[in-house]
Each structure stands twice: as C-alpha cells, then as structure tokens.
C-alpha cells in the first residue's frame, strides 16, 4: 500500500461508516510496506482517523516510517503523537518486549502491547 492510498482512507472509512452507521474498532495495516517519510504527513492522516475517531485503534507496525527518535526533534508532533494516547500501535509484532531504559521506548512498547492485546487478546509477561 502506497502512503497516498493511506491518506485516501479516512476519508473512505467515513464515508462507509456514515452510510452504513459501522463503527471501525481497530485497523490493522501493519506489514503493508508503507513508507512514510515524514511524521507530519503521518499526523495528518492520524488527526483524521484517531483525532476524529473514524477508529478506535490503529496497528501501523512493521511499515516504513521515520526513526522513532526523530519525532522526539519535534516537541509539538511529539506531544500531538502522545495525544492519541495508548490507541497507536507503530511498532512491530517482535518489538513489544522486553521495557528498556528509555521512557520513550517503553511509551510505544506499552501502546504496541495495548493495541495488540485489545486486538487479538495477546499478553505479555515480562
């Protein structure tokens, strides 16, 4: 999947949902190679599906998206990140375990583990 087919979504889900009065609770579109190059283009898309809850939960792991670290350069897409609270998941399937050292790792660890198990029921024990 292309990120422009992924900017096209939101706007598509709506359209369903209001049509035929759906409620979407989790999408799921990790391991679709997209790439994504920067994290305000991505927060756009976000704003639309999570800030206006066209869906409750979002699984973005395993695509091409800019390093972690990076987002942490913009305090502003930082805090706009954080403020879909644990209803992100942008990290992959084998990358929810073990906690590290890093408060922010262990944020998108923890939201990785919330949207995986309200999902698909998996648990983690450390």
């Known amino acids: 999947m292309t990120f422009s087919v992924l900017q096209t979504l939101p706007a598509k889900i709506a359209a ?3 049509v035929e009065g759906l409620r979407i609770f989790a ?11 920067s994290w305000e283009e991505l927060a ?27 987002l942490k350069q913009s305090a502003q897409l930082s805090e706009k990140f954080y403020g879909f609270g644990n209803r992100l998941s942008m990290l992959g399937y084998e990358s929810v375990s073990p906690f590290t050292d890093d408060p922010d790792l262990n944020h998108w660890l923890s939201n990785a583990r919330n949207v995986k198990h309200e999902v698909y029921g998996i648990t983690y024990s450390d």
């Open 27 to 37: 999408l799921d579109l990790s391991l679709n190679r997209i790439q994504c190059n």
């Open 44 to 70: 756009l898309v976000l704003d639309q599906l999570l800030g206006q809850r066209i869906v409750h939960l979002f699984e973005l792991g395993n695509n091409y998206l800019p390093a972690l670290d990076s």
């Open 16 to 18: 369903l949902c209001n």
